[in-house]
């Protein structure tokens, strides 16, 4: 066996002790405080994030999930509505849909970018669309321009899941630029771990440039009240731990270092994986910025579960997201959807392969990695 540091999908632990003291100061003073629930630490760090990102109300919340649930339970939709969302996504973005009662309507996604694919979109609408989920998989900006004419055109309101794409700039024909998460009439975000501004535990925030949806929004993540023990719309418990908000306001000054170690890590497996014809690398769109939450590969010639077992004799880890697309999930078989619906999220499941890509990734790491899939391709 090489003698490569262990190699990790993400390296929480490296990264925590770069910045340990930081952290610790930020504990300390939540903990001498004591404000543990809305403390100041979540009003900060929720103005931090609206700086950042320049949508005018941020509203943490519990989690990703929650925040999408939030969103769906704020834009005022009766069961049986129809929600247009990509089939090749993480199961949350199907699941609050179901949650509520309402119709997922899956469209399939471009073979390049994993994105929604737009065109499909307006196919989608009937009377009974209500709302349209854009995920912004992977780190780059699903196609927002065309996908919000359509949103306007049609009076529907667009829920960005931001999940994996906090930090990225989605550029418009006007030369305007945006963050992903404020374009749409509400965005959502998860703090989860291995995301890219991860907390040390769950944690999400919503986004929104409207005052009277953030004022909804901020209600129904709070019981449905303003004032206490004054209930005037069903809400849900649903809130950001002053712990984690502290220890994402120091996470966040680290940002924009982070996405470009993950930009550099990215860089250097485009220049030393392309003259590999049987790997296509990840797309990188026009209009908008990557900011690496996974790098994926896809792997022709059904290769890509022999190349995982042999990455793997070599301590190199990979995973596939996804395995299945949410319409072939057992869960919500009962929408009707069956195999060949969406024959692009379902050959993405077949050839996806996600390589380590993190922060504290080492350059003899990246040798190794590159090196041993440079060898089972023959090279
Ligand atoms: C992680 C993720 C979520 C859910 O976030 P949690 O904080 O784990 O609830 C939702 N959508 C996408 C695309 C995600 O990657």
């Known amino acids: 066996m090489p003698t490569v540091p262990q190699i990790q999908m993400v390296d929480l632990v490296g990264q925590y002790k770069k910045i340990a003291t930081e ?20 009003t900060r760090f929720g103005s931090e994030l609206a700086k950042y990102t320049g949508a005018k109300f941020v509203i943490p919340c519990g989690n990703g999930t929650d925040a999408l649930q ?9 069961p049986g509505d129809e929600v247009i969302v990509p089939s090749f996504t993480y ?53 927002m321009e065309p996908l919000l004419n359509i949103s306007n055109q ?56 409207d005052p009277s949806l953030a004022e909804r929004l901020k209600m129904i ?21 002053s712990l984690h908000a502290a220890i994402l306001s120091v996470k966040l000054n680290y940002l924009n270092d982070y996405e470009e170690s993950r930009q550099t890590v990215a860089d250097y497996y485009d220049s030393t994986l392309n003259d590999i014809d049987e790997l296509t690398l990840p797309f990188r769109v026009e209009n908008s910025t990557h900011v690496f939450h996974q790098y994926t590969l896809l792997v022709k010639n059904n290769k890509r579960d022999a190349l995982r077992d ?12 996804y395995p299945v697309p949410q319409h072939l999930q057992k869960a919500y078989l009962g929408y009707g959807y069956k195999e060949g619906d969406f024959p692009i999220s379902e050959q993405l499941c077949h050839e996806v392969c996600s390589i380590p890509i993190h922060t504290e990734l080492t350059e003899e790491q990246l040798i190794h990695i590159t090196g041993s899939i440079r060898e089972f391709f023959g090279k």
């Open 154 to 209: 049609h009076k529907i309101p667009v829920v960005e899941d931001n999940a994996q794409a906090l930090g990225a700039s989605y550029q418009f024909s006007d030369s305007s630029i945006a963050r992903t998460g404020t374009m749409g009439a509400i965005g959502t975000t998860s703090f989860f771990p291995s995301k890219n501004l991860g907390a040390y535990g769950d944690g999400g925030a919503l986004f929104t440039n």
């Open 310 to 321: 042999f990455l793997q004799t070599k301590g190199v880890p990979s995973m596939i997201y």
């Open 91 to 143: 199961v949350a973005t199907v699941e609050v849909i179901a949650l509520l009662q309402l119709t997922p309507i899956f469209v399939d996604v471009n073979p390049q970018s994993f994105n929604m694919d737009v065109e499909l979109v307006e196919k989608a609408i009937t009377k009974q669309t209500k709302a349209i989920i854009a995920v912004h998989l992977f780190g780059q900006s699903a196609d």
């Open 70 to 78: 939030i969103a769906l339970m704020a834009l005022g939709l009766q």
């Open 23 to 42: 952290i610790h100061q930020a504990i300390d003073s939540v903990m001498e405080s004591s404000a543990f629930i809305n403390g100041p630490a979540v």
């Open 221 to 241: 993540a709070n019981h449905g009240q303003k004032q206490k023990y004054y209930h005037d719309i069903v809400g849900v418990n649903s809130r950001l731990d």
